[in-house]
């Protein structure tokens, strides 16, 4: 019982572990990185992370890159009079000292343009993003269900 137990533990921790991947450029931490699945004809995804500045002075996402897209863009979604618009931050997005900025669904985000193919739950997308002062940084975006969340897995 007691080893059933502790292997059903040890499953439970791995299979979270495996999305609770952290990066780390300078003194900023990427954690949560994710998108959505999309629906075969999509020709465009949504990059999803947080960013934590440790250090004394501000940052900037500047860009990046990801394995199945062209075109890769910091965005901004906003409602305006019950319209919404999205925008592309041309100078990028500021990550002031000692805050942490997150890219969601509704808000500041990723956006991935002329895909290579459909994203399929599961699996893992290959990119990068680029910062004013600490560079580049490698990552890979965790692959959620279709119109999904934040999953549980990330929550940890």
Do not use: C
Request: hydrophobic share 40%; proline share 4%; glycine share 10%.
């Amino acid at each position: 019982m007691i080893r059933t137990l502790t292997a059903a533990a040890l499953v439970v921790f791995i299979a979270g572990s495996v999305h609770a991947q952290e990066y780390k450029a300078g003194p900023l931490v990427i954690d949560h990185v994710w998108t959505r699945a999309t629906p075969k004809s999509a020709t465009v995804a949504g990059g999803y992370l947080k960013i934590t500045n440790t250090g004394s002075t501000p940052d900037r996402l500047i860009g990046g890159s990801a394995d199945v897209s062209r075109k890769f863009e910091v965005h901004q979604m906003s409602m305006d009079g019950g319209v919404m618009k999205m925008r592309e931050l041309k100078d990028g997005l500021e990550i002031p000292a000692g805050a942490t900025v997150e890219l969601k669904p509704g808000s500041y985000h990723i956006m991935m343009m002329n895909l290579s193919h459909p994203l399929i739950k599961g699996e893992r997308v290959k990119g990068s993003l680029a910062f004013e002062k600490a560079g580049k940084v490698d990552i890979e975006f965790v692959v959620e269900a279709i119109g999904g969340a934040l999953s549980r897995e990330h929550e940890r």
